[in-house]
């Protein structure tokens, strides 16, 4: 079955650092550019990053400074590694796939950036 798992969310200190991973499952995903998404409190879904198989990196603006997204095909893992983080941050991350027609979601994990 295909299917996205995220780990590693939690709560966080402002100004610290979380490292969120996404597990891919299924053969779809060999191939398959990845990525994050994060919603927000009264938000909307908005990108964090993507990464495709060959390594080409997409980072949405206000964050590029601060994040980093990389995978490891053999795995089928893609991560989010996120330094100096702020309240802002405060989201539910989601691990995405897409590759021709097919997007996958994953369930999606809470960070919470608080003192």
């Known amino acids: 079955q295909e299917q996205l798992e995220e780990s590693g969310g939690g709560l966080v200190e402002p100004g610290g650092s979380l490292r969120l991973s996404c597990a891919a499952s299924g053969s779809f995903f060999s191939g398959a550019t990845m990525g994050w998404f994060r919603q927000g409190p009264g938000k909307q879904r908005d990108l964090v990053a993507t990464?495709?198989?060959?390594?080409?990196?997409e980072y949405e603006g206000s964050v590029k400074e601060r994040v980093i997204i990389f995978r490891d095909n053999a795995k089928n893992t893609v991560h989010l590694q996120m330094d100096k983080m702020t309240p802002e941050d405060t989201a539910v991350y989601y691990c995405?796939?897409?590759?021709?027609?097919?997007?996958?979601w994953g369930q999606g994990i809470l960070v919470t950036v608080s003192s």
């Open positions: 990464i495709t198989p060959g390594g080409t990196i």
């Open positions: 995405w796939a897409w590759k021709l027609t097919r997007v996958y």
